[in-house]
């Protein structure tokens, strides 16, 4: 009924910047919350961002000042700005958003399939 559809990784240099896209689709009424998490090999996954309908966000430490999180509600559309990136950045980042499907009677959680984002130093 829904799916979530990341784009925009790839392989990038230390220092160089990335953009992500994640589109949603499907029977969509609403959608609050949207993020972006990633999970490195050997790591679990983590947080990295999050933006609300509102317009509020929040990051993890480790990329504030680098990672911008922004929302085009129209578009049900969510994006990463990664700038300054650096090795450490290297993971697949899965977009995840809380939806509420049209019949349905409660706020779901959805994930896309990833994108890999690669930086080499």
């Known amino acids: 009924q829904v799916q979530l559809v990341e784009s925009g990784g790839g392989l990038a240099q230390a220092g160089g910047s990335l953009r992500l896209s994640c589109v949603a689709s499907?029977?969509?009424?609403?959608?609050?919350?949207m993020g972006w998490y990633r999970q490195a090999p050997g790591k679990e996954r983590e947080l990295v961002a999050t933006?609300?309908?509102?317009?509020?966000?929040d990051y993890v430490d480790s990329v504030k000042g680098r990672f911008t999180i922004s929302r085009d509600n129209a578009k049900n559309t969510v994006y990463l700005q990664m700038n300054s990136l650096e090795p450490g950045d290297t993971a697949v980042y899965y977009c995840?958003?809380?939806?509420?499907?049209?019949?349905?009677?409660?706020?779901?959680?959805?994930w896309g399939r990833g994108t890999q984002v690669t930086v080499s130093s």
């Open positions: 499907g029977s969509i009424f609403s959608i609050n919350r």
């Open positions: 995840n958003a809380d939806i509420w499907v049209t019949g349905a009677k409660a706020w779901g959680g959805y």
């Open positions: 933006i609300v309908g509102g317009g509020s966000t």
